[in-house]
């Protein structure tokens, strides 16, 4: 368990459906990030949030669009995704900007998303 | 722009023997940080341990060592005493400015599968 949780674990939707991905962290870190992982592919980073504000946007489709209410929750909306946009999405958190910090991010268990 | 590059097959390891797992970055930056994850089938990323560019010394957590050669620009993990647990996907990961951590993003190489053999 390292302190970062994402529900659903496994997420069945049509292309027509509207969905969301939550996060949560509780390791008090002011940095959170959306990750997707591809077979076959490396981790592409999504979005990144610092203090609640969006900081990246890793020119990802306007059918994704996150949410960070707050430094410890983090939500992906979903809708009118395409078959290619299945795949493992990963949740990670920091503590960013800190005088030699070494940033470390940690990940959730991830969301097993299907798109039919 | 940053690059990690793992290109080794499928890797096998007897049980209670160490394994290398080899990672080459590209980078134009003096400071960065290197970092190693470990993936189980159940998906979650666990991070293994993390080496900052101008750390003098090769950092170690455990059972795993990093093999830092900066002039080669590689970054090879080592795991040993292999146990079964350890199979896994291994995935380098580079991230710029080492000190002030400002900088969050990281770059994934495409990782490597580890098998552990009783």
């Known amino acids: 368990e390292t302190g970062v949780t994402q529900t659903p674990r496994h997420l069945v939707m049509g292309m027509t459906n509207k969905k969301s991905l939550k996060c949560e962290q509780h390791l008090g870190h002011n940095a959170m990030y959306w990750y997707k992982q591809s077979a076959k592919k490396p981790l592409e980073l999504m979005f990144v949030y610092n203090f609640k504000e969006q900081t990246e946007n890793n020119s990802v489709p306007s059918r994704f669009s996150p949410e960070c209410p707050n430094s410890s929750h983090l939500f992906l909306h979903l809708h009118t995704l395409q078959p290619e946009d299945s795949a493992l999405y990963l949740c990670?958190?920091?503590?960013?900007?800190?005088?030699?910090?070494?940033?470390?991010?940690?990940f959730g268990a991830g969301t097993r998303l299907s798109v039919l | 722009a940053q690059k990690i590059t793992q290109t080794q097959p499928g890797m096998f390891v007897q049980e209670k023997e160490a394994v290398t797992l080899d990672c080459t970055y590209d980078?134009?930056?003096?400071?960065?940080?290197l970092f190693w994850y470990k993936q189980p089938s159940s998906g979650e990323m666990i991070f293994l341990i993390y080496?900052?560019?101008?750390?003098?010394q090769n950092a170690t957590e455990g059972r795993y060592s990093l093999n830092f050669q900066k002039a080669r620009k590689s970054a090879n993990l080592v795991i040993s005493a292999s146990q079964l647990g350890d199979s896994a996907m291994y995935f380098c990961a580079m991230r710029e400015d080492q000190f002030t951590g400002a900088n969050s993003k990281l770059t994934f190489g495409k990782g490597i599968t580890l098998s552990v053999r009783p």
């Open positions: 980078t134009s930056d003096q400071s960065y940080g």
């Open positions: 080496q900052g560019s101008y750390d003098e």
């Open positions: 990670a958190s920091s503590q960013s900007g800190t005088s030699g910090g070494k940033n470390i991010q940690y």
